[in-house]
């Protein structure tokens, strides 16, 4: 059994790497369901299709979460809840995110697309440097704000805010004591229970925002049916969704730049294949999206362990074993996706070949635990795309040299840029 030693382990909770390659050695070496020994319970790395759909989709009652990586930050919001908590906590976040509810942020993504758009058009026409990475977050960060409040993203909220990216970077080297890592990040902590106490208070007193009344209006009233939506939960589920809601997209966006930048061919194909505002071109743009996803899921391990034992595509597994389904490595899997570490949106298109089985492909998740906002992610990247592609390409004067695998897998270092606009 390949065993990860203590200093591996401390290094992959400092964002390092070293946990990918023993799970990419075991993989290799013992197929898609294989032990692995990473500390005193026995470990099982997941990342078959047909394993993924058992633990993940079928079974899930078996396999189940323990304390979340974030909870010091996030609470006791969606992503961390369990049980019958966790149930009620879905059912009231899923209709905002699906169907009919999606339409009623259609112009608030619009509308933070335009001024991201705004801006790169300015440093186009000044030369001014950026950063890649920060224009993504403050985009998805002003997206969700918008969809949250009804108001867009002003400068002192986004300074306020920027704790939320900070606590989510210190997550991994955080000490093990509850008490010390919250004790470590408490300013950031904070700074930002500042700002979601004023947001709820403004909710609570009806103030709506230019856009309307927004997502946290819905937690709010809540409370009115369900007593257990105090101030506590509304601002755990409040910053749930600025850390689901904006963290995962900039990370997504700030990848396909970085991959643009070794296959500037692919956004050619992308406007080429159609109009601008076509579906040809929406369909091309989604296919940028997707195969972004593949080499750099939203969700790139989903820790759970199992509540009793069971038999995963042929193998015991036993009870109160911690089981790791890797993403990441599902997607980079040579007998499901030829070629793997090829940036190749063609593999998205309408013609293109992608495994179709459900757990080949699941850069958020799947089954009954898989994101709540996976529509919304994609519409927003699509929509701030199909304005910025035909802006040009940024010239980065430095990337970074790898990824730092945390609560997601960010790039390692800053992404200085000039756009270099198409003539």
């Known amino acids: 059994m390949p065993e990860l030693a203590p200093a591996a382990v401390e290094s992959w909770r400092a964002g390092g790497g070293q946990l990918v390659e ?53 609470g006791d919001g969606v992503l961390a809840a369990t049980g019958g908590a966790w149930k009620r906590q879905r059912r009231l976040l899923q209709s905002q995110f699906t ?34 990475g920060e224009e993504m977050r403050h985009f998805a960060l002003d997206t969700i704000w918008r969809s949250l409040t009804g108001h867009p993203l002003d400068p002192p909220t986004a300074r306020e805010l920027a704790s939320v990216a900070a606590v989510v970077a210190a997550l991994p080297s955080l000490p093990a004591d509850a008490v010390e890592a919250r004790g470590t990040v408490a300013r950031d902590l904070a700074r930002i229970d500042a700002v979601a106490r004023e947001a709820i208070a403004a909710a609570r007193r009806g103030e709506a925002g230019p856009d309307g009344p ?80 593949r080499l750099y899921p939203s969700a790139w391990i989903l820790p759970r362990y ?17 089981v790791l389904v890797c993403p990441y490595l599902t997607h980079r899997d040579p007998n499901l996706w030829p070629d793997p570490e090829r940036f190749d949106p063609r593999r998205f298109g309408g013609g293109g070949r992608r495994p179709t089985a459900t757990g080949a492909y699941l850069p958020f998740g799947v089954g009954p635990r898989a994101c709540l906002g996976t529509q919304f992610a994609l519409r927003e990247s699509t929509v701030l795309l199909e304005r910025l592609l035909p802006l040009g390409l940024p010239a980065f004067s430095s990337v970074p040299e790898g990824a730092s695998y945390g609560l997601t897998v960010r790039p390692d270092g800053p992404t200085p840029a000039a756009l270099a606009p198409t003539p």
């Open 306 to 322: 199992t509540a009793e034992a069971d038999t995963v595509a042929g193998y015991a597994v036993e009870a109160d074993s911690d």
């Open 214 to 293: 927004g997502l946290l209006r819905v937690l709010v009233d809540a409370a009115r049916e369900h007593p257990e939506y105090t101030d506590v939960l509304v601002r755990d589920e409040l910053v749930t969704l600025l850390v689901a809601g904006h963290e995962t997209t900039a990370t997504t966006l700030t990848w396909l730049y970085l991959l643009l930048d070794r296959e500037p061919r692919a956004r050619e194909e992308a406007l080429a294949a159609g109009a601008a505002g076509s579906p040809q071109r929406r369909e091309a743009v989604q296919a940028l999206v997707g195969e972004t996803l």
């Open 22 to 74: 023993l799970l990419a050695r075991t993989r290799e070496r013992l197929g898609g369901v294989a032990a692995v020994r990473l500390g005193p319970r026995p470990t099982v790395l997941v990342t078959a299709p047909e394993a993924v759909r058992h633990v993940l989709a079928q079974h899930p009652d078996r396999y189940v979460k323990r304390s979340h990586r974030a909870r010091l930050l996030i």
């Open 99 to 132: 169907g009919p509810g999606m339409r009623r942020y259609e112009q608030r993504i619009a509308a933070a697309a335009r001024a991201a758009a705004g801006r790169w058009a300015g440093y186009a026409r000044t030369g001014q440097v950026f950063d890649v």
